[in-house]
Nanobody
Framework: QVMLVESGGGLVQPGGSLRLSCTAS????????MRWYRQVPGKQRELVAT???????DYTESAKGRFTISRDNAKNTVYLQMNSLNPEDTAVYYC?????????WGQGTQVTVSS
């Protein structure tokens, strides 16, 4: 079955960087777009970045210029490099794949930006 496992979250000071990873299994990773979302308590899950199978990328406005999504198809892994982090980036970050009409999610990884 499809599994997504995120890692790389943690506590970082404002202005710092983190790299999140999401390793996928159970489907042909290279064929599907991958997405990173984030969610804070009491708010809807927000799409942060998308990378399609061909490598094209898209970002929410707040992530442009600071975050970079990438993928390594040989490792079935998608990354989110986050630079210049600020407290508003604090959230649980989830990776996602949409296979047909079925959306799959990882368990999430907590990112906390605080001094």
């Amino acid at each position: 079955q499809v599994m997504l496992v995120e890692s790389g979250g943690g506590l970082v000071q404002p202005g710092g960087s983190l790299r999140l990873s999401c390793t996928a299994s159970g489907y042909i990773f290279s064929l599907y777009a991958m997405r990173w979302y984030r969610q804070v308590p009491g708010k809807q899950r927000e799409l942060v970045a998308t990378i399609i199978s061909g490598g094209g990328t898209d970002y929410t406005e707040s992530a442009k210029g600071r975050f970079t999504i990438s993928r390594d198809n040989a490792k079935n892994t998608v990354y989110l490099q986050m630079n210049s982090l600020n407290p508003e980036d604090t959230a649980v970050y989830y990776c996602n794949v949409l296979a047909g009409t079925q959306a799959y999610w990882g368990q999430g990884t907590q990112v906390t930006v605080s001094s």
